[in-house]
């Protein structure tokens, strides 16, 4: 009996790579899916995968320990600080504190000079600089003239007596109105505003005030609180103004103060 040939095992299989490739296919898949598994492990368990997936590719024996002891994941946790506790702005604090102490000086120049406040004379605000005092230069000083009168040192030496008591520094500011003024002892309205200033000056350091606390600033006629067409006008723009400066500045809408 002739023995069938067997076709098989003379002809070549091109399609076994297939096999291979498969494997490898499923096992990188695998190695993935470990990977992703793993992914939200802690670093002392994910070093110990990859030192055993090193070692179990390189056929290689380990040399020390794969557990780390002992393993980060097992430490307890420790308790989260507690939020320390919000304190209030320092400078909030302080331009609140400064505030209340410049509406105490505005007080206290109310009372001081409350007849001359009831006649419309003098002025009182708080502002963005300090406290403002508002006095017209017809309560101090002569038409044309930089020399205080008698009643007006009376009543400045009440102001002193309140500018003593707080260490502000103080600005003392002399204005006119646009007329023009042209004499020996002062050439134009700016000598006359400076010297005026310069004269309120003088009787607060005689009055116990620090010089080195006062400033006095002529404007002349270039700050008009009024208009120059009036007779009343004029009257308010000639003035001294005195500003209790603040430490700390901030801006604020100016307030009349009340008595």
Known sequence: MRRRRRYDDDQDNHDRWLVSYADFITLLFAFFVVMYAVSSVND???RILSDSLGIAFSGLRPQAPLIDSPIESQRPALPL???APRRANP??????KEREQM?????DLLAA???LIDQGKVRVTQTDRGVSVEINASVLFAPAEAKLSQQSEKTLRAVAEVLTKVDNSIQVEGHTD???INNPIFPSNWELSAVRASSVVRLFVDAGINEKRLLAVGHGANQPVDSNDTAEGRLR?????LMILSKIPETITEVPIQP
Do not use: F, S
């Not at 400078?91 to 609140?96: D, F, P, Q």
């Open 44 to 46: 002392g368990k994910y």
């Open 81 to 83: 600080p507690m939020p």
């Open 91 to 96: 400078n909030v604090t302080a331009v609140k």
């Open 103 to 107: 509406t105490g000086i505005a007080r």
């Open 113 to 115: 000079m409350a007849p």
């Open 178 to 180: 646009n007329m023009r």
């Open 237 to 241: 723009n000639r003035r001294v103004q």
